[in-house]
């Protein structure tokens, strides 16, 4: 994890890799609650016996409760001190490449593609790639902007 003392500290960190995650284990009760929070009841998601006969054998993860993961990854990847707030400006080019199958421990590793100055503060774009063990491809690539504002 790398922690920056300023924002003036962060933009000279462009181009460099901040951190990686713990890893995090994807249960079938986050996949449930993630169901019920956002209507989306497939079966592939939640219905793990019916998901025996899947191509993937077991239920997978919602695409975007695995993009939703992001907030509590990169507390682990990076920090930014002496700062009044930083909040969610948006998210570029999300990709799931592969499934996240029940069971699978991910992590994210963050990497500052830019940081540029916003009245008040200043605006980072970093790339988070979400992997594990079991698959040669990322889970989710997404390039999330966050503004973070001066104290």
Request: proline share 5%.
């Amino acid at each position: 994890m790398t922690t920056f003392a300023t924002l003036a500290d962060l933009t000279a960190a462009v181009g460099s890799e901040l951190g990686t995650s713990a890893w995090h284990t994807i249960t079938q009760e986050q996949v449930n609650l993630f169901a019920e929070a956002t209507g989306d009841h497939q079966w592939i998601h939640v219905d793990p016996e019916r998901a025996k006969d899947s191509p993937f054998g077991t239920t997978i993860a919602h695409g975007y409760l695995t993009l939703s993961l992001i907030p509590v990854l990169a507390k682990e990847c990076y920090a930014v001190e002496g700062i009044a707030m930083a909040l969610n400006y948006g998210s570029e080019k999300v990709r799931f490449p592969a499934p996240v199958p029940v069971g699978t421990a991910v992590r994210a590793t963050a990497e500052l593609v830019s940081a540029d100055e916003v009245p008040g503060g200043l605006q980072a774009l970093v790339r988070f790639t979400i992997s594990s063990e079991e698959s040669a491809k990322p889970h989710c690539v997404a390039e999330t902007i966050t503004r973070f504002y001066a104290a």
